[in-house]
């Protein structure tokens, strides 16, 4: 993955707020939100300010970055592209405009901002190790080759170094799309099945497929078509593959994970070999295949908070091999509720899975399956959720949080 740092928001603040002619107060509050990763409060303190000073460089990259937060990658990008074309120069613009760029699919804009940015901070390694690895995304193996070599050069530490040589190693393999994908490709009415002639859960999973295609379809009034299942049958492939096209804020599933169209899956003939297997596949598909179907009724997850888009594929797809029990006591904040789907510690990861399923819960009895349809598609739209929510259940958003724990009756996937 690239080499990333955090920004320090309140070095930040100090570097932004003597440029910007507006209430430094609210800017400096809606900044700190952004810091807590309290979006929905930073875009409600900070897109007034937007709306009365639509041209400053600085409300923009604050509102890009709590758009990026809440997963409006589009919103983030218009933003930050105010803000780049009044501040071109200015590094964590030009870093956040190419990351939201490259979240949509503009890998090419996404590459041409960060090589740009790169020859304006030739030692940033943050910005060159953004550059590579959009190098790799886009097919430019050969200047991602260059670029990360260039990176080892100016980061020796030893991490940097195991990066870059695994790196390398991956893009060795990368001259041609067919050494990257399992080679058998079949396709169906509904999707395309690529796999290895020898593995022989092939046919087994391709069936499992296809019901939970048709039991999600169902499930969001709509016909799920036009996407790709590639089943590993190695982990080395499997991983390689999740390196290349996996956004680094996404922790690697052992076992499924799905990008906009694409359903990857290692093989169950590799699994670990801990309880039924073939039940584990079921959960694993029919939650998979929910994400999927949120991302084809959301324009890829437009404006969907990580937790929501957990929480209904918990919901309607199963667990997904998570066993999510009962929420933690007390809930976990958005921003923890967040951050612990994304952190590799489990126990953490069980806790976020169980509670997201529980609002989830609620959600669903509270604003019944086409409500529940409806805020996605709102949000898609580019409402914000506490709007998008109030407009549909004729409640707060904040009384919702409030409330769920007291309105939840059942805790746990069927």
């Given amino acids: 993955m690239a080499i990333r740092c955090f920004i320090v928001f309140a070095c930040l603040v100090v570097m932004f707020t003597p440029a910007f002619a507006g209430p430094p107060r609210a800017l400096a509050e809606g900044i700190a939100l952004v810091g807590a990763g309290d979006y929905n409060s930073a875009l409600e303190k900070l897109s007034p300010l937007a709306t009365s000073y639509p041209d400053d460089s600085v409300v923009r990259y604050w509102l890009g970055r709590a758009c990026y937060g809440q997963r409006s990658y589009k919103l983030a990008a218009e933003h930050l592209a105010i803000a780049a074309g009044r ?139 036009g996407f790709r299942v590639l089943l590993f049958a190695d982990n080395d492939g499997y991983t390689r593959y999740a390196r290349i096209f996996l956004p680094e804020e996404r922790e690697l599933h052992a076992v499924a994970f799905t990008l906009k169209s694409t359903l990857v899956i290692l093989s169950p003939t590799v699994w670990a070999s801990k309880g039924d297997k073939h039940d584990e596949l079921i959960s694993t598909v029919r939650h998979e295949i929910a994400h999927l179907a949120i991302a084809q009724r959301t324009e890829g997850g437009q404006g969907v908070p990580l937790w929501l888009n957990e929480g209904i594929a918990c919901l309607i797809g199963g667990s997904g091999g998570v066993q999510t029990g009962q929420a933690p006591q007390p809930p976990l904040t958005l921003s923890q509720l967040t951050d612990g789907f994304l952190t590799g510690d489990l126990h953490r990861q069980e806790q976020s899975y169980s509670q997201a399923y529980a609002m989830a819960s609620v959600l669903m009895r509270k604003l019944g399956p086409d409500g529940l349809l409806t805020l996605l598609d709102r949000l898609a739209n580019g409402v914000q959720l506490p709007a998008a929510y109030q407009r549909i259940s004729g409640e707060s958003f904040a009384s919702f949080l409030d409330a769920w724990p007291a309105r939840m009756t059942a805790t746990r996937p069927q």
């Fill in 87 to 225: 501040d071109g120069q200015n590094r964590d613009v030009c870093l956040w405009y190419g990351e939201a760029l490259r979240a949509i699919g503009h890998t090419t804009d996404a590459q041409a901002i960060f090589a740009a940015s790169c020859e304006l901070h030739p030692e940033d390694t943050t910005l060159l190790g953004e550059y590579a690895s959009t190098c790799a995304i886009a097919g430019d193996y050969t200047g991602a080759r260059v670029a990360f070599q260039q990176l080892a050069k100016l980061d020796p530490s030893p991490a940097t170094k195991a990066s870059v040589a695994e790196w390398l190693k991956v893009l060795d393999g990368l001259s041609k799309q067919s050494q990257l994908e399992p080679p058998v490709s079949q396709r169906t009415s509904g999707f395309t099945f690529c796999a290895d002639a020898e593995d022989p859960a092939a046919t087994w999973v391709q069936k499992e497929v296809e019901t939970a295609r048709a039991q999600v379809s169902e499930a969001f009034g709509m016909r799920l078509v």
